[in-house]
Structure formats: structure tokens, C-alpha cells
């Protein structure tokens, strides 16, 4: 028998649900960062608390459901981040908050996979070695010379024109990783079938292949979408947790790192070509540079860096920004010489001042709502105006440049 929980909303808690012993050991040694159990005065009763993390999680016996608290249009928006425009038509991905959660983004998925490959899987050459009756590329002499007993299959060393490469591996593991997920909708499966038959003669990899990016050729160019969301479907699948006959998936999303992944790349869209948005950089915080520090967004123009800022999904539980929040922000622009940082944060019934001006430092903290629990169109009015002022704030009197105190994350 499998408990099926009422879908549990972001950072909510579910009532007491009594589990056996196995279902309650399989689900916490799986839950992770991703959900806290809670403990009763019943040691079979738990209740669940959710975090940022939304999706779901099935062990043996039990599926928990956390659904996120924008809604379920504009979640898509966010992890199509990076996806260009012709390749995420807004209206066709649109899942109503009544559907399942795990096979809208399955879907998307898949839809895109799809679209990448319907006129053909991209080839490349692999560099093969195999024993062969006929010689091919290169006769391995070293190895004819240690085995001469083998000489009617010589090994040889050759480049091999084929489907199999790293792209096409990747997209075949991300369609089987949907497919692993138990409760998947017939109709969804049915089209990863569908596509996953596109790719027979590609070798099956582990998800662990796949964690870093790709370089985008002349190619694969028209393979880029869909890398990026299989991507990000694998990282939101990588829990496969086995002991013994216990087996556990999941599909879930960290909002806190979706949200500000999501803010950087719409705010790199819309500046440039004029100004970039860099992530993946550690700022120096002391003058003996023994200590680093990473904004969520730092702001270059050419080489100068002319704004610092943070994205920050989760608000405190009154509603406002958390004191630390303002501490790292301060931090950054007193380390980068900058007159103003920027903080993008999410929904709130309580918003924070939209400004402050730090004592004795005279630094000037903006903070800017982008709300997600309206409609797309309302939140795209929002990005282009936390662009424009990003605009008008890098075009301000006082920055220095900086570069010397940033460097590249390794």
C-alpha cells in the first residue's frame, strides 16, 4: 500500500501520517536537504515540513508531493531560464495548477528534446580502438609487436563518424530518468517512449557524465535549449537513493538556486549587448585575500564592474528581507568600492523598504520586488524594469573600477 500525501506547499507542513518502520527509515536517509521529518509523541506518526525544494519524492510506500508557492506558469518561466524565446512559446507549456507538477516538467522536457532532434540526431567523431580483421586508422605496431599471435585482428586506432557522442548521451539518460519516475502519466510516457527510440545505438551513461556544460558549436547550436533543461531535469533527479529492496526518486527544484539563476539570465538577455551578468565569480573580501565571497549578480560592463547585487527567493518569516541579507550586500560593495548594491527578492506580504542608507558608509541598498504570483505578462513588465534600473544604476556617478578584486571560480 502506498500513502499518497495531499501536495504539501512550499515551506508548509503536512499533518501526522503514520508510516511503518521501513517507510520512515527509506524516507529520511532520502529526503536530504530537500524535506524535514518531524518526530511525535507517536515514534510511527511523522509529519513532514517542506523547504524550497518542490517537486516529488516517492520511497516504498509513500509520495510526497510539495508544490511551489508562485504559480505553476510562471514556475515554468523560471525553469525555462536560458531557453530562448522560439523554443519556450509561453502558451504551449502552460501547466494549470491542478496538474502534476512532475509531468509538466517532464513534458517540457521531452517537447524539447524532441523539437532538437526531429530532423536528426547530430554526429561527431569518437576515437574507438578495436580489434579488426581490415586495418582502420592507425595499426597499433606497439600492440601487433607485444601480441603477434593476433595478427588477423590487428587492434587499431581510428575516429569513427557517429551518433553516439556526448549530446545525444545526454539527452537519451535524461528521457530514461523521466521514465524511472513510477507515476509518471501514460500520455507522458508514452511520447519519452517515442523520443527515447530516436536514440538506439547511443550508449546508456550515468547522470554524473553529464554535470558540466557543454561548448556550444556551429553543430550543436540548435541543441542548446534542450541540453540546458536536460541538464537541470538530471541535477533534479540525481536522488536514487538503494538499500537493499528500498529504492527511492525524486524530481525535485531548489527554488532559492532557481530563482536566482532564473534573475541572472533574464537580466543578461535584456542588457546585453551593452553589459553582462557573471555568476560563476568569487569577490576578495580582504585586503591579504584569504577570503571570498560570491554575489548572486555582478555587473559588467567591458572589464569595469559597475554593480553588485543578490537575488534572494525566500524572505523571512515576517515578511522582510533578513538582517544577513543586507550584511552580504554591504559587504560586496564595500570590498568592490561600489556606492550601491541591488537586492532582488521574490513574493511578500511585507515588503522591505524599497532603499536604506547604511550608517557612517553611506552605501545605498535598493531592494525591488519581482512578484510571481501574478501573471507572466506582469512579471516580464517587472524584469524590464529591474533592467532599466540597472541601467540607470550602472550609469551613476562613482564606480570603480575593480576587476583586480574579482577572480574566475575554478
Known amino acids: 500500500m502506498t500513502i499518497e500525501l495531499a501536495p504539501?506547499?512550499?515551506?508548509g507542513r503536512s499533518g501526522p501520517v503514520r508510516l511503518t518502520r521501513e517507510t520512515r527509515a527509506a524516507l529520511v536517509t532520502a529526503a536530504g536537504e530537500r524535506l524535514v521529518i518531524h518526530a511525535t509523541a507517536d515514534p510511527d506518526v511523522v509529519t513532514i515540513g517542506a523547504t524550497s525544494w518542490?517537486?516529488?519524492l516517492a520511497v516504498p510506500g509513500l509520495v510526497v508531493r510539495v508544490m511551489p508557492k508562485v504559480?505553476?506558469?510562471?514556475?515554468f518561466a523560471m525553469l525555462g531560464a536560458g531557453v530562448s524565446p522560439d523554443a519556450f512559446d509561453h502558451e504551449h507549456v502552460t501547466w494549470s495548477d491542478t496538474d502534476e507538477l512532475i509531468d509538466g516538467v517532464a513534458y517540457f522536457a521531452i517537447r524539447l528534446i524532441d523539437s532538437a532532434t526531429m530532423r536528426g540526431l547530430v554526429h561527431g567523431y569518437v576515437p574507438r580502438e578495436e580489434r579488426m580483421r581490415t586495418i582502420r586508422g592507425r595499426l597499433l605496431v606497439e600492440e601487433f609487436a607485444r601480441r603477434p599471435w593476433s595478427a588477423a585482428e590487428p587492434q587499431c586506432r581510428f575516429d569513427d563518424f557517429t551518433a553516439d557522442i556526448v549530446e545525444n548521451q545526454l539527452f537519451r539518460c535524461t528521457l530514461q530518468a523521466m521514465l524511472s519516475w513510477p507515476q509518471l502519466a501514460p500520455h507522458v510516457r508514452r511520447e519519452a517512449l517515442?523520443?527515447?527510440g530516436r536514440f538506439d545505438g547511443v550508449a546508456d551513461t550515468p547522470a554524473t557524465k553529464h554535470a558540466a556544460a557543454l561548448p556550444i558549436t556551429r553543430l550543436n547550436e540548435h541543441?542548446?535549449?534542450a541540453m540546458r533543461l536536460s541538464r537541470l531535469v538530471l541535477q533534479a533527479m540525481s536522488l536514487s537513493h538503494e538499500a537493499g529492496d528500498q529504492q527511492a526518486n525524486s524530481l525535485m527544484v531548489d527554488m532559492d538556486d532557481l530563482f536566482q539563476r532564473w534573475i541572472a539570465q533574464e537580466l543578461d538577455l535584456r542588457l546585453a549587448p551593452e553589459m553582462r551578468i557573471e555568476r560563476d565569480e568569487d569577490v576578495w573580501l580582504d585586503e591579504g585575500r584569504a577570503l571570498t565571497m560570491a554575489p548572486d549578480l555582478v555587473v559588467r560592463r567591458g572589464s569595469d564592474v559597475v554593480l553588485v547585487g543578490d537575488a534572494k527567493y525566500s524572505m523571512g518569516a515576517d515578511g522582510y528581507v533578513a538582517s544577513r541579507d543586507y550584511l552580504e550586500l554591504v559587504?560586496?560593495?564595500?570590498?568592490?568600492g561600489l556606492p550601491t548594491g541591488l537586492l532582488v527578492h521574490c513574493n511578500s506580504d511585507r515588503a522591505p523598504e524599497s532603499e536604506i542608507v547604511i550608517r557612517n558608509a553611506g552605501t545605498r541598498i535598493l531592494c525591488r520586488p519581482i512578484r510571481l504570483d501574478g501573471s507572466y505578462a506582469a512579471v516580464c513588465r517587472s524584469l524590464d524594469a529591474l533592467a532599466?534600473?540597472?541601467?540607470e544604476l550602472a550609469d551613476a556617478p562613482g564606480e570603480f573600477e575593480v576587476?583586480?578584486?574579482i577572480r574566475a571560480r575554478r
Request: no cysteine.
Open 8 to 11: 504539501i506547499p512550499e515551506h
Open 194 to 196: 517515442r523520443v527515447l
Open 54 to 56: 518542490v517537486g516529488a
Open 223 to 225: 541543441y542548446e535549449d
Open 388 to 391: 532599466d534600473l540597472v541601467r
Open 331 to 336: 559587504a560586496y560593495t564595500t570590498a568592490m
Open 403 to 405: 576587476p583586480a578584486l
Open 71 to 75: 504559480s505553476v506558469t510562471n514556475f
